[in-house]
């Protein structure tokens, strides 16, 4: 079995799509990534800051898995990590899976609270064309499933690396399944 790990970690100052892939991240605790556009404990994301800026801020980490850069690959498009705006790319972890309130523990220190699901929105297709529909699916019961990441805030600082083991803590049941934040 494939250890869970953290693949590539990634930060932007501004608010562009995409995010800068860098060495390493360091995570403040109910504040996110220092230097990221979206460090904050109010809301950061230009279209929900202006509807009401005083909301807390659920999306101070965006965690993406690998596994859909393979699905991708397979449909013809080629995504990097940090490309679609994650600050965190995992491998072996089953993010879209997990319940809402799950602690992922990346590295030494560093805790992320899961708190819902990336709703993927037209900026992606403005990225690559076709790419949208990629990334957001129905299941056997024709629900809508979002593959575009998770959101989560920071519960304990630290620094966070490609290479470092992820763990998975989940909260105690019953689970709430993850909703758009």
Not at 26 to 55: C, K, N, Y
Not at 66 to 74: N, P, R, V
Request: include cysteine; proline fraction near 6%.
């Amino acid at each position: 079995m494939t250890r869970a790990s953290v693949v590539s970690v990634g930060l932007d100052s501004a608010h562009r799509f995409s995010k800068r892939p860098v060495d390493s991240i360091t995570l403040l605790e109910g504040l996110g990534i220092e230097g990221d556009a979206h460090f904050g404990r109010t809301v950061q994301h230009r279209s929900r800051v202006a509807r009401d800026p005083g909301q807390p801020n659920l999306r101070q980490v965006h965690l993406m898995h690998a596994e859909l850069f393979d699905d991708l690959a397979a449909l013809g498009f080629e995504v990097a990590p940090s490309a679609l705006g994650e600050n965190v790319t995992t491998r072996g972890v089953d993010l879209l899976g997990l319940p809402t309130g799950t602690v992922l523990a990346l590295g030494q220190e560093a805790r992320v609270e899961i708190t819902g699901l990336r709703n993927p929105c037209l900026q992606i297709d403005r990225f690559e064309s076709g790419l949208l529909k990629a990334v957001v699916g129905r299941d056997d019961a024709g629900e809508l499933v979002r593959k575009a990441g998770v959101m989560g805030v920071v519960v304990q600082g630290g620094r966070v690396a490609s290479g470092d083991v992820v763990a998975v803590e989940r909260p105690p049941r019953p689970w709430a399944p993850l909703e758009p934040v």
